[in-house]
């Protein structure tokens, strides 16, 4: 570690607090849909900081156990930045007991640590304290801090969120699963198909010709369909097949599950097309009728050349030693809400690893460096048009 970035990195009490304040999260389970206790747990964290928080009444549209929560921090001058993390984990396979080991936080039983997204959590949280210090100078700009339900079931929290409240116009949220520097320039259009194939019930071994096998329709469809990594931007997935009643009953139904993702919306609709078209088509040979249900999850976005978001998030990078790389990225986050309804906000990298897995894991070095980066956005918001 250089010197000059060795400054910039939070002091050894501050440092301290992140590591104990993110083991704290980790051990509230909040799975989309029960993010109550880790919504009462922050609230209580920063209003014992003197912080006003506002909860929306989100909870119900966005299928979660509490609602956003905002926390602004007024500046010295007027300008407003937007900072962003989601309160919500995947399910898990096992209780989280987060453990230091070799420098690195991982859960001691076999399942998710949840640092997606709480990592960036905890560095909200340690920001937000530092800043409410006593005698603490308030920042140049405004900082409102939100934290996000149900994100990991399509954005829904975001979604619901009213971005006319916010005095900021441009924003980040820290939920890329990849090295320090990177900024999502692109994120996806994602597609969900869920496809209902209706065969006809018939003993399997007294009449099977008088069935219609709505699993063999299914197989076939599967067989047919684009799967996988179509081109750099564009990928598709079958990941749920379900049907079926017993081994020895010709299958009447049988659901499968999928989804399409990509960059450019041409190439998402040609894939959608050549899916439906592949789906259709089984049913029809098997004899079988097929009902489809397509849903939007979230709509992808391109970053303009030149954006203030890009130029401050450059900046910030710059002066803790990483150089700002533009990526296209093959998930999406709360930024892909918030950019559809008119707030500048961009995904940046926070060094998470194998998210969504039982090895999930942030080094301590890290979990440090993506504080270092809320506070170095915060000092860099002052420089440019933020």
């Not at 961009?346 to 080094?363: K, M, Q, R, W």
Request: net charge negative.
């Amino acid at each position: 570690m250089t010197a000059a970035r060795s400054a910039t990195l939070p002091g050894p009490d501050a440092r301290a607090r992140l590591h104990d304040t993110f083991a704290a999260l980790c051990r509230i389970e909040s799975p989309t849909g029960h993010e109550r206790a880790c919504a009462d747990w922050i609230v209580r964290e920063l209003t014992a900081l003197g912080l006003r928080v506002i909860e929306d009444g989100a909870a119900t549209a966005a299928g979660a156990g509490a609602g956003n929560l905002l926390v602004r921090i007024p500046g010295a001058g007027p300008g407003w930045l937007l900072l962003c993390a989601h309160m919500d984990t995947v399910p898990l396979t096992a209780p989280v007991e987060p453990v230091l080991r070799e420098g690195v936080w991982e859960n001691a039983n076999a399942g998710i640590l949840g640092a997606d997204n709480k990592a960036a959590v905890a560095a909200l949280v340690e920001l937000a304290r530092e800043l409410s210090q006593p005698g603490a100078a308030p920042p140049a700009s405004g900082i409102e801090l939100l934290f996000t339900v149900s994100e990991e079931t399509g954005l829904n929290g975001a979604k619901a969120f009213d971005v006319a409240s916010l005095a900021s116009r441009v924003g980040f949220v820290f939920d890329q699963a990849s090295p320090f520097g990177e900024i999502v320039a692109a994120s996806p259009t994602h597609v969900g198909i869920v496809a209902r194939i209706r065969g006809r019930a018939a003993h399997a071994g007294l009449a099977p010709q008088d069935g219609r096998s709505a699993i063999a329709a299914a197989a076939r469809a599967i067989a047919a369909m684009p799967q996988g990594r179509l081109d750099a931007d564009t990928t598709a997935n079958v990941g749920v097949i379900a049907g079926g009643t017993a081994y020895n009953v010709v299958p009447a139904l049988c659901t499968l599950e999928a989804e399409v993702r990509g960059v450019e919306q041409g190439r998402v609709d040609a894939v959608l097309t050549e899916t439906i078209d592949a789906l259709q088509e089984a049913a029809d040979v098997a004899e079988c009728d097929l009902d489809l249900e397509i849903q939007q999850k979230f709509a992808g976005y391109r970053v303009r050349p030149g954006e203030p978001g890009v130029e401050l998030a450059g900046r910030a990078l710059r002066s803790l030693g990483h150089e700002p790389r533009l990526v296209h990225s093959g998930v999406g986050t709360d930024a892909n809400a918030f950019r559809a309804a008119g707030l500048q906000c961009i995904s940046l990298a926070n060094a998470t690893e194998h998210p969504h897995e039982p090895g999930e894991c942030v080094s301590a070095d890290a979990l440090e460096t993506g504080l270092a980066l809320a506070q170095a956005l915060v000092r860099e918001a002052a420089v440019g048009s933020a």
